[in-house]
Every structure is written in structure tokens, then in C-alpha cells.
């Protein structure tokens, strides 16, 4: 198989020679530049499969080398020595793969580079590579066409998909594909919303509307002027809700509570949900008039266990983006990538990210091993052995006929999934003490998900 070539751009001499010595030595073919000029026109020419960019240049930032080569096909990995977050993120934004800090050697790289090479042809839009939309199953192919048709049109969005499938990504790729992208994105989740101040949250309030309201506040609708408004969660809104929601989406207008006239809006609406809400609407929990205005345009995101060939991409991205934080590369050895490989992913792309961040802090050294990925696996709620047990339970339940379905073997067997959460959630949070911070990083959860998830097992969580 063809190596993929190289490009080596980076002010140092010392630096650059040492690494294109060490690629070569591994077999791929190295170009080299020295200077930002140099490694622009080394990316408009598309000769190079991966470029290795610094951030400083001496004549040129290595972001304005980003920015004047927006149509390479060339899959850029940013290596720097004076490597911020904020830089991180900009970097990613102009349309790079990945971001890693110097010292850093050739063999560390070699996942990185892989997985770019092997990256479809074409660019990746720039909120994907930031946000670890990395893979390119068939199913994340079809969301990313969906997104870049959708994205230029002013027309209102419904993501659906499962919990921690990445929704929220998508709704920011979207926003930065339209022509709203210099405007603002605003996001609120309306099942932590206050119910009695979701209204002034969204709409504004006008001073003295109510106790508390000590002057005018405008409302995310107005917030998000000339951008995007992301309602996540939307099939938690009550109906009372959900029908003031349709008059502003039908009138783009507002009125502030305690106003006395409306306001004209100029947002783009995005909003998300894990639900089912045709059949919310034919159980009657849910609008179906809001439920139309919404599906205009509608993006499915695929669950993570129906790409699997994207697990490692983007745990290998979200690794790059931890070792910044480490000071040091941190990769994915083959026997740990199987392993991710090997699960099913519940909890989608948030519960990869909580998995590997977990293997990290207990990794010593600068690749992840097989074991670390096992009990980081076991820490988490679907990954507690009872639940996967459950699951392929179940799993086997659907693809056997009824009568190769066998006898359960133990109590544990009788249980659904959602009865082996709430033990193992109600056993953790009772070996704690009570304590809902210290269950939830347990769990890895964050307090709120938790806080509403013991309210409905019955429990009543006094604050920490």
C-alpha cells in the first residue's frame, strides 16, 4: 500500500530535518517548507496527502496559512510548541484534522496521520474536525451531505438521534455553513429550563414583570439576532410552552413578559431531540402544528453502533485534543482500539468522550492500553456488566425466534435495561454517601442528568 506524502512545514530547521528523517525512515514520502509562502503554495498544489503545520512561521502565522488555502484537499495536522486552546479551536475551525504539541515524535504520530490520509477526499467542514465528527461510515457521509445542502438555507432544522449522538454538533455545523455563520450561536436546553421563568428565558422580560425583575432583559430569541437559536431537548417542552413557541415561529415576532407589543425577530431556528415526537404527538404530548413548523428540514444522527468503523477516528481526534492538556501525545494502541471497537456505545460519542478521559488519568505513559479501556468501559453505567448483559439479552431476543429464547438464569435476567441503570445508579449514589457530585463524576454524568434521574426513581436529592 502507497504511503501517503507528507508536507513538513515548520520554521525550525532542526526540527524539520529530524522529522523528515524520521517519516522517511517509516516510508513515507516528505515534502518541506520553511516559511508560511512556502507552505501556502505547498497546499493550494494538493501534491502532499497530510501536512504537518506549525503555528508560528516566522513570515506568517500558521492560521493565516489556514486561511488562505480554504479549498486544500491537503488534511492538515497542526504541530506547535506555543499551543493554546483558544489556537486549538481556531485551528480546527479553518479546517485542520487535529492539534498536537511539540515534543513529539514520528512513530507518536502515526495514528494521526493514518486517519487523516484515510480521510475521505474533499474537506471536512470545520465544526466536524473541531468537534470530533471524524469517521467516514456511510451513515456520517449522509449526515455530513445533509448538512452541507441544509446549512446554506434560512429554513428551520430537527435533529433527532439518540442521547450523547452528537446533535449539538450538528446544529453548529450547520449554523457555520449558513449565512449566519459571523452571527451568534445561542443554545438552551429546555428540559433544565426553570418552568416558571422559561418564558422571560426565551422571550425576555420587560423591569418590574415580575419579582426579581429588577431591569429589561432581552430574551435568547433577540440574543441570537442575525444567528442561530438551538432548542435542545424540545419534546420536554410542556404544551403551554410549545404553544407560545408556535406563535413566535409562525409571526417572528416576540413579546417580552410585562411587554405590551411585540418585536420582530430575525433568527434561524434549530431544534434537537432524542424523542420520538410523531408518536409524542399521537399520544398528545406534543403539538402537532410545532411538531410540522419544526420537520421542515430534518437530520437523523446515526448511533454510534451503527458506524463502528468511526469509533477509532474519533477517539484518535479526542485523544489529540487531550494531549494538550498532557503536554505530551497520547495514541491508541491497536489491542485498546479493538477493544472500543468491540463495544456497543450506549451512550454514543459522550460516552467515548467520558471513557477515554477516564483511561487517561489513570495512564502513565503516552499510549493507552487494553486494560485501562476495560475498566474505564466497566466504570460506566451501560458499561456495567449487568447492562451489557441485558443488553445482549435483548439483542438476542429480537434476532432469535420466540421459541429459542431461553429461560433466565438468575434474577439479574429478569431485569430490563432501564431497571439495571436504576440499580446501578441508586447502588453508587448509596455507597457515596448520598453525595450527588461525587456519584456523578462516578457515573459519568453530569450533577443535573443525575439530579433528574433520582427525582424519577422517587429519591429526593437535598444540594451537596
Known amino acids: 500500500m502507497t504511503k501517503p506524502r507528507i508536507l513538513v512545514a515548520d520554521d525550525d530547521h532542526a526540527f524539520r530535518l529530524a522529522m523528515s528523517k524520521a517519516l522517511g525512515r517509516l516510508g513515507f514520502p516528505v515534502d518541506e517548507a520553511s516559511s508560511g509562502e512556502a507552505a501556502v503554495a505547498a497546499l493550494e498544489s494538493g501534491k502532499a496527502d497530510v501536512a504537518l503545520l506549525d503555528l508560528q512561521l516566522g513570515d506568517m502565522d500558521g492560521l493565516e496559512v489556514l486561511r488562505r488555502c480554504p479549498g486544500t484537499r491537503t488534511r492538515v495536522i497542526v504541530v506547535t510548541g506555543h499551543g493554546t486552546i483558544a489556537a486549538a479551536v481556531e485551528a480546527m475551525r479553518l479546517g485542520a484534522v487535529n492539534f ?36 467516514n461510515s456511510e451513515g456520517l457521509e449522509r449526515t455530513r451531505e445533509k ?47 426553570h418552568r416558571d421563568l422559561f418564558d422571560a428565558e426565551l422571550f425576555g422580560h420587560v423591569k418590574g414583570a415580575f419579582t426579581g425583575a429588577i431591569h429589561d432583559k432581552p430574551g435568547l430569541f433577540r440574543e441570537a439576532a442575525g444567528g442561530t437559536l438551538f432548542l435542545d431537548e424540545i419534546g420536554e417542552l410542556p404544551l403551554p410552552a410549545q404553544a407560545k413557541l408556535l406563535r413566535v415561529l409562525e409571526t417572528r415576532t416576540v413579546r417580552p413578559v410585562g411587554g405590551s407589543r411585540e ?128 443488553r445482549a439479552r ?27 441503570e436504576r440499580r446501578h445508579i441508586l447502588e453508587t449514589f448509596e455507597r457515596l454517601g448520598g453525595n450527588v457530585t461525587k456519584a456523578a463524576q462516578a457515573l459519568g454524568i453530569d450533577r443535573r442528568t443525575l439530579q433528574r434521574k433520582l427525582k424519577s426513581f422517587g429519591r429526593e436529592v437535598a444540594e451537596d
Open 100 to 135: 498536537v504539541q511539540k515534543p513529539v515524535d514520528a512513530p507518536a504520530l502515526l495514528p494521526l496521520l493514518e486517519d487523516a490520509a484515510g480521510s475521505a477526499p474533499g474537506r471536512t467542514t470545520p465544526e466536524a474536525a473541531e468537534l470530533g465528527m471524524a469517521g
Open 147 to 193: 448538512i452541507r445542502r441544509a446549512g446554506p438555507t434560512d429554513e428551520t432544522v430537527l435533529v433527532t438521534g439518540e442521547s450523547g449522538a452528537g446533535k449539538e454538533l450538528i446544529a453548529r455545523a450547520l449554523h457555520h455553513q449558513s449565512r449566519r455563520a459571523k452571527g451568534p450561536f445561542v443554545a438552551i436546553n429546555c428540559a433544565q429550563a
Open 263 to 390: 418585536e420582530p425577530i430575525d433568527v434561524r431556528v434549530i431544534a434537537a431531540t432524542n424523542r420520538d415526537l410523531a408518536a409524542e404527538v399521537r399520544e398528545g404530548r406534543f403539538r402537532e402544528d410545532l411538531f410540522f413548523r419544526l420537520n421542515v428540514l430534518s437530520i437523523e444522527v446515526p448511533p454510534l453502533r451503527h458506524r463502528k468503523e468511526d469509533v477509532v477516528p474519533i477517539a484518535r481526534h479526542l485523544l489529540g485534543l487531550m494531549s494538550k492538556d498532557r503536554e505530551r501525545p497520547l495514541t491508541l494502541g491497536p489491542e485498546a482500539a479493538a477493544e472500543l471497537e468491540g463495544y456497543d456505545w450506549p451512550g454514543n460519542v459522550r460516552e467515548l468522550a467520558n471513557v477515554l478521559k477516564r483511561a487517561a488519568i489513570f495512564n502513565r505513559g503516552d499510549v493507552l492500553r487494553p486494560e485501562e479501556i476495560r475498566e474505564s468501559i466497566g466504570a460506566s453505567i451501560f458499561g456495567h456488566p449487568e447492562a451489557r448483559a441485558a
Open 394 to 420: 435483548e439483542a438476542a431476543a429480537v434476532a432469535a425466534p420466540p421459541a429459542a429464547t431461553a429461560a433466565p438464569a438468575s434474577d439479574a435476567a429478569d431485569l430490563t435495561l432501564s431497571d439495571l
